[in-house]
């Protein structure tokens, strides 16, 4: 069965470096999001990313945070200087239709800033 | 804004117990309705999803759940749990249209003794 696949699968760095989680979406889904989990949280709406743009960002989503397809498998959430309240696990999800399908979730990047 | 309640945070039942998990939402408009588990070490894999018609749906691993439209309720239902249901079950809404961005409740952790 296909399935949305993440690395890595946990991720450290240091404050105020750069960090790339990577997602492969399932192959045939054109919808694209990035979800995140602080522990003991609730799983947040970060962003939505439908042909090439982004569609949708939350509150969360500031200058700090870019998303990319840069090529027909991959995508990417870039965090450009990472905060300690970044650390969260991070779940990139995929859907074929969008409104009236469900999402496929990835197994999670746990990143850890220090 | 869209906001959703899950009212017990940690529910311990023994096996064969009958399970209602409860989840309650905020928005007046029409929405899409969506359970997530996530086992121990898993990613999130969708339950069961209500986008209209009959408000009793029926998931895998014999859970069902109702939604009620005057309640703003979506409650998740097993008639008799085993060990292996032992997970943590998320409510989620997404409005009726759009990128279908999901609202996460904050998630039951459910532990069934054997």
């Known amino acids: 069965e296909p399935e949305v696949t993440q690395t890595p699968s946990h991720q450290v760095t240091q404050m105020g470096q750069e960090v790339i989680l990577r997602c492969v979406p399932i192959?045939?889904?054109?919808?694209f999001y990035w979800y995140r989990q602080i522990l003991g949280q609730k799983v947040e709406f970060l962003v939505s990313?439908?042909?090439?743009?982004?569609?949708?960002k939350s509150e969360i989503f500031d200058d700090q945070f870019s998303v990319e397809r840069p090529d027909g498998s991959n995508f990417t959430l870039k965090i450009r200087s990472t905060k300690l309240e970044d650390s969260a696990m991070y779940f990139c999800?995929?859907?074929?239709?969008?409104?009236?399908?469900?999402?496929?979730f990835g197994p999670g990047t746990r990143l850890t800033v220090l | 804004a869209q906001s959703v309640s899950q009212h017990n945070h940690h529910v311990i039942l023994s096996e064969a117990a009958s399970l209602e998990l409860g989840c309650n939402y905020s928005?007046?408009?029409?929405?899409?309705l969506f359970w997530y588990v996530q086992y121990p070490g898993q990613h999130l894999q969708l339950l069961l999803k209500?986008?209209?018609?009959?408000?009793l749906v029926k998931g895998i691993k014999g859970f069902e759940a109702e939604f009620i439209k005057s309640k703003f309720s979506f409650n998740l239902r097993k008639p008799s749990v085993q060990w292996s249901d032992t997970a943590e079950y998320f409510c989620?809404?997404?409005?009726?249209?759009?990128?279908?961005?999901?609202?996460f409740g904050t998630g039951t952790r459910l532990l069934v003794s054997p």
């Open positions: 990313f439908y042909n090439n743009e982004i569609s949708e």
């Open positions: 989620a809404v997404a409005l009726n249209t759009g990128f279908q961005k999901l609202v």
């Open positions: 999800a995929s859907t074929l239709a969008g409104t009236f399908d469900e999402q496929f």
């Open positions: 209500y986008f209209s018609g009959d408000p």
């Open positions: 192959s045939n889904h054109l919808y």
């Open positions: 928005y007046g408009g029409t929405v899409n």
